[in-house]
């Protein structure tokens, strides 16, 4: 019988453990593990993420503190707000919601982020770490991928891992984590050849393409265990539908489990991100990071 991740019940498990571990962070340093958050600009995509994470904030028991700035903001500006971020002592995770408005630089944001506040783990010193196998602040949607995995699949070893995509928001870093789990990795991408017969050779698909229904019950193995990273928003009878990358109900009889989109990879992102907070309070009060 195929299994459906549940994703939600996991992600309040773990914020519910982050929450136990933050009251007792707070009784040790009698602060609260900060989060600022930066939205620059009006895309109604990212205010929604702001604030899905400024509601898990709060039931994880950290400050979250937000910063709006209007969509015609200079790259100065950002970068001066997050160099006052980066002294702030009540600010320990800095995420600067993505994408930016055209003119503004992502490298130069995301390296202006202090690496023991960058909660998103995208700073060049972070995946210099990740792909080194050293302790660092890992990007939040592969590590909640990674979770799942583990939960489902104690011992990873040898498996062979299909990730699609290569983006350095989830394809790059999946690929990294799924390897330093001794899994055999292959990531495929827009200019792969025969996508579909190397994706059926996975025991673990991990789809991030953003293409929504692109991967459809031929190109999964038997019992494969299938992520969906993907979000996508589609029309269906006139009303927009949240879709993944994989064709669900088609691919669901076939495998041994899958997430579904939504209640799957989107609810362990956030998760993780309170996670990764509550690690960077730690680590700059003195914790080690492993
Ligand atoms: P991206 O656009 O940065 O990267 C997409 C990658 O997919 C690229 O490497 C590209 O080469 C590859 N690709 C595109 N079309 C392809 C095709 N037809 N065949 C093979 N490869 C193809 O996207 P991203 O930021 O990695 O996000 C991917 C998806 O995951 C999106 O739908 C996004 O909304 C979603 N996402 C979800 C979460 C979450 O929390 N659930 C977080 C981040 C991203």
Same mark, same amino acid.
């Given at each position: 019988m195929t299994i459906k991740i549940d994703g939600k019940a996991l992600a309040d498990e773990i914020v519910q453990r982050v929450a136990n571990?933050?009251?007792i962070f707070k009784q040790e340093h009698s602060i609260a593990p900060g989060l600022a958050v930066v939205l620059i600009g009006e895309d109604s995509a990212s205010a929604v993420y702001?604030?899905?994470?400024?509601?898990?904030? #709060?039931?994880?028991?950290?400050?979250?503190?937000? =910063?709006? $700035?209007?969509?015609?903001?200079?790259?100065? #500006?950002? #970068?001066?707000?997050i160099d006052d971020l980066n002294k702030?002592? $009540?600010? =320990?995770?800095?995420?600067?919601?993505?994408?930016?408005?055209? =003119? $503004?630089? !992502?490298n130069r944001v995301i390296e202006a982020i202090s690496p023991v506040k960058d909660v998103d783990g995208f700073h060049p010193e972070n995946v210099g770490r990740l792909v080194a196998g050293q302790a660092a602040l890992?990007?939040?949607?592969?590590?909640?991928?990674?979770?799942?995995?583990?939960?489902?699949?104690?011992? $990873?070893?040898?498996?062979?891992?299909?990730?699609?995509?290569r983006s350095n928001i989830?394809?790059?870093?999946?690929?990294?984590?799924?390897?330093?789990?001794?899994?055999?990795?292959?990531?495929? =991408?827009?200019?792969?050849?025969?996508? !579909?017969?190397l994706c059926r050779t996975a025991d673990i698909l991990v789809a991030a393409v953003g293409q929504p229904l692109l991967v459809k019950e031929s190109w999964v193995k038997p019992q494969a265990v299938v992520i969906d990273v993907g979000i996508n928003s589609v029309l269906v009878e006139g009303k927009r539908k949240l879709v993944g990358d994989v064709d669900y109900n088609t691919v669901?009889?076939?495998?041994?489990?899958?997430?579904?989109?939504?209640?799957?990879?989107?609810?362990?992102t956030i998760a993780c991100l309170m996670q990764n907070t509550l690690k960077a309070a730690q680590f700059q009060l003195g914790m080690s990071l492993a």
């Open positions: 571990d933050v009251s702001v604030r899905n994470k400024v509601r898990r904030a #709060e039931q994880a028991g950290l400050r979250s503190i937000e =910063h709006y $700035l209007s969509a015609d903001a200079t790259q100065q #500006e950002l #970068e001066d707000l702030d002592h $009540l600010v =320990h995770g800095i995420l600067v919601q993505l994408p930016l408005p055209a =003119h $503004l630089s !992502e890992t990007p939040c949607t592969p590590l909640g991928c990674m979770i799942m995995l583990k939960r489902l699949l104690p011992d $990873l070893s040898g498996k062979h891992a299909v990730v699609l995509g989830v394809g790059k870093p999946m690929a990294n984590l799924l390897l330093q789990a001794n899994c055999t990795v292959t990531v495929v =991408h827009s200019r792969t050849q025969n996508i !579909e017969s669901f009889s076939k495998v041994s489990a899958i997430t579904p989109v939504p209640g799957g990879v989107g609810p362990m």
